[in-house]
């Protein structure tokens, strides 16, 4: 199959071993991964402040970028860059009335992938250390970021492949459920409740006992991880994708690795071009 | 009786009252966040109902049907709003009823006080309502000289307390027994001097403060849930019973109702019933339903009005995108799982309606040029929680997101120099607008470096960026872009073009 990686602006600039896991992964399924290079950004930051005008070249930009492609179905390892392809950006075409946007983008929303949802719906995975070679012997939890959660309905699809990684141990995150306080600008806008909501959210991840803290989505972790690191906490955080991505051959960082100062970076794919 | 106007004015109306934030919500979140005892009371509360209603909401099978089904009675009523209070109108009125409009908080105030002062009655009693609280009811009779005792339990400790409401279920939410103790030991004329704060005890010494009012009060105000426009009947909707002593006992009954509260018939009204006490306190169903229609002779009140309040919903109405908040009923279920509400406390949206609701209806109703109120809109981290509880499916987060766009419009529209956030949303709109921008903004990145300290992370951001390090810390950026590795591993030309392929890590 042939699959359009949307790497999503905060992996691409930010987390850019989240989008390597993601090639290592499908790649290692036997599947040709292709990456957009007109790609940049789902506009999610844009619309969801309200920022409507400055929304549409960003949204414009991605549906370009994808449609121009000639792929099988598309994902990225972000729920909330997903659910903004998929339900937003159809809506904000719709509010300027641009049919022709809303049909290209509605196309391009249609096959567009998260991660697990890939994996589990299209691609078949059911056991991660067999499929894969998925391996990562440390203790953990996991927090279902909202978008991916409530919008997507991803149900327990990363969890019960994150339980398939060999040598894994996944430890039950009290109040799962509850938003973590990021929310793009609120934390911004909002900055004293979103800290009260991530006081909590890591309060709860620290009664687990795990050493790491993994998600489907770069800003959730990116968050958490923040509050986490600023409390000079030893759990660090670890995009789900790169726990897949990790073997005995090639492993991720281990958490204490993760949070020390020079983060290592692995599993590349092999490939060499 | 003011003079009857139907159908939709030409331009909107918009609503006053208590519905106006007096200051921005952060800053009054940053002051509740603070209140250690209003967490603790509010995180108590809330888990404690969340539960109740997950567990009685999974007895339903066909749940989501019900929710449709409401959602759907609810748009059609929005739909034929005009049409249908006018039959509502004819039947109410046939059966006794008086009937009067009122455009906003005023006028409903004003025909209120005169039908006290007809009924010659300068002391009443009420029902708990959401209504004459937007109105500002209460505080308005007080200042005309006329008394109006709150008998539901929770809205009579708060007024107690000289305190406001801060959830629209459970007024009093923010207080726990031992304060409620101290209240009535304070302001209850009468009280057992050895009350202790059990709730029995508690209870106990509310009824008897209240049955004497009940038998002699002359003249009960109310709200209504719903109001059935095939009959010309009214429902309230209760869980104690005090309720059903002010609609029976006076002589004068005097109920204020929003428009919105109409449905078209008897028969939609079991989906309500079904819905609404299972989102709201997590009962199967509530204790008391009372159900009335205009006036029986010699039995329950002879004279009965009916205040019908537009107070900004025809404004509300004439918005496409956030029409759908008239559908609310009031049932708290949005509040109740919202993680913004439950630790900064009603009283931090400034409004009769807090929480999540509250952060789309008070701007709705209001305008959203209304200063302070504008801010309510980014009161949520969209974290969608409201959206799944609501038993009427109103879609908060995306109205939430409709009402900030109104907000940077209608400021794009005012202010003459454009906020940090317009200016940082311009560039990463022209930035995010194309891959080759993208690349070239990714390794400037690098630099980020210089921002962080000897551990590689950053811990101290200027401008808007500095709420954000104030507990949370950013990591370095990476040497190399996901874009720029792709493109080396991959020798894709069409990578290459894009991002020029030059690594400077
Ligand atoms: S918005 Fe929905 S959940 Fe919130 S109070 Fe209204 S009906 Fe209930």
């Known amino acids: 199959m042939k699959i359009a990686l949307f790497a999503t602006c905060i992996v691409d600039a930010m987390y850019p071993s989240t989008g390597r896991a993601t090639v290592s992964i499908l790649e290692r399924l036997g599947h040709d991964v292709v990456f957009p290079a007109g790609q940049a950004c789902c506009g999610q930051m844009h619309l969801n402040s309200g920022y409507f005008p400055e929304a549409v070249p960003v949204v414009r930009n991605h549906v370009e970028a994808f449609e121009a492609q000639d792929y099988d179905v598309a994902v990225a390892p972000s729920g909330s860059c997903v659910a903004s392809v998929k339900h937003q950006h159809a809506m904000l075409a719709r509010s300027i009335g641009d049919a022709d946007l809303e049909t290209r983008a509605t196309a391009v929303g249609a096959r567009t992938y998260e991660l697990s949802a890939l994996l589990t719906d299209v691609l078949g995975v059911t056991d991660a250390a067999t499929q894969l070679g998925s391996w990562y012997p440390h203790r953990i939890t996991y927090h279902p970021s909202c978008h991916g959660m409530r919008l997507l309905r991803l149900g327990d699809r990363q969890a019960d492949l994150l339980r398939t990684v060999e040598g894994l141990e996944l430890e039950p995150l009290p109040e799962a459920d509850q938003c973590c306080g990021f929310g793009g600008t609120f934390s911004l806008k909002n900055s004293d409740v979103s800290s009260a909501m991530l006081a909590d959210k890591n309060a709860n991840i620290a009664a687990t006992g795990a050493e790491l803290c993994t998600g489907g989505d770069a800003s959730c972790l990116m968050h958490i991880g923040g509050g986490l690191s600023r409390q000079g906490s030893t759990i660090s955080t670890l995009h789900f994708a790169e726990i897949l991505a990790s073997t005995r051959d090639n492993p991720a960082p281990a958490p204490d690795a993760l949070r020390g100062p020079a983060r290592k970076t692995a599993h590349t794919t092999g490939k060499a071009g | ?505």
């Open chain 2, 1 to 505: 009786m003011s003079p009857t106007y139907l159908g939709m004015p030409g331009l909107p109306v918009y609503g006053d009252g208590n519905l106006h934030a007096s200051e921005a919500f952060p800053a009054a979140a940053r002051r509740e966040l603070g209140n250690a005892q209003l967490r603790a009371n509010l995180g108590h509360a809330t888990h404690t109902i969340r539960d109740k209603r997950l567990r009685v909401v999974a007895e339903l099978p066909d749940w989501e049907d019900l929710r449709e089904a409401g959602s759907a009675i609810k748009a059609s009523v929005m739909a034929r709003l005009p049409e249908l209070l006018e039959e509502f109108e004819k039947n109410f009125t046939a059966r006794g009823g008086i009937i009067h409009w009122a455009r906003d908080a005023d006028e409903a105030n004003g025909i209120v006080r005169d039908l006290i002062r007809d009924a010659g009655a300068d002391e009443v009693v009420k029902v708990k309502s959401m209504a004459t609280q937007e109105i500002g009811l209460n505080e308005y009779l007080e200042e005309q000289g006329i008394s109006a005792l709150e008998t539901d339990l929770a809205e009579l400790i708060v007024q107690l307390d000289h305190d406001k409401p801060s959830h629209i279920l459970v007024p009093a939410i923010h207080k726990n027994r031992a304060q409620i103790r101290e209240i009535f030991l304070r302001e209850m004329p009468d009280v057992d001097p050895d009350l202790t704060d059990t709730p029995a005890r508690l209870a106990e010494a509310a009824r008897l403060h209240l049955r004497r009012k009940f038998l002699s009060a002359k003249v009960a105000i109310s709200g209504a849930n719903f109001a059935l426009a095939d009959t010309g009947t009214l429902a309230v909707v209760e869980s104690e019973g005090n309720g059903r002593m002010c609609l029976t006992l006076p002589d004068t009954l005097i109920t204020v109702m929003g428009v919105e509260k109409l449905l078209p018939s008897w028969t939609d009204l079991e989906v309500f019933m079904q819905l609404l006490p299972r989102s709201s306190t997590g009962e199967r169903m509530n204790p008391y339903t009372s159900l009335w229609t205009g006036v029986t002779e010699g039995d329950g009140p002879q004279n009965v009005h009916l205040v019908l309040l537009d107070n900004g919903r025809s404004a509300a109405l004439a918005d496409e995108m956030g029409r759908s908040a008239l559908h609310c009923i009031r049932c708290s279920a949005c509040m109740n799982v919202c993680p913004v509400y439950e630790r900064t406390g009603g009283h931090a949206y400034g409004s009769t309606y807090p929480g999540p609701i509250g952060a789309i209806l008070s701007p709705l109703l209001t305008g959203i040029t209304s200063e302070e109120n504008a801010s309510l809109p980014y009161a949520s981290s969209l974290c969608g929680a409201c959206y799944d509880a609501c038993p009427v499916k109103i879609n908060i987060p995306e109205i939430l997101v409709h009402l900030r766009s109104e907000d940077v419009e209608s400021r794009r529209g005012t202010t003459k120099v454009p906020g940090q956030m317009d200016v940082a949303m311009k560039a990463a709109s022209w930035v995010m607008g194309s891959g080759r921008r993208m690349a070239l903004a990714e390794k400037a990145l690098p630099l980020g470096k210089l921002a962080a300290g000897p551990d590689r992370k950053i811990k101290k951001l200027p401008g808007m960026a500095a709420g954000w390090t104030q507990s949370r810390d950013i990591p370095a950026p990476p040497a190399q872009s996901f874009r720029d590795w792709w493109a080396k591993e991959h020798h894709d030309p069409g990578s290459e073009e894009h991002t020029e392929l030059e690594e400077k890590a």
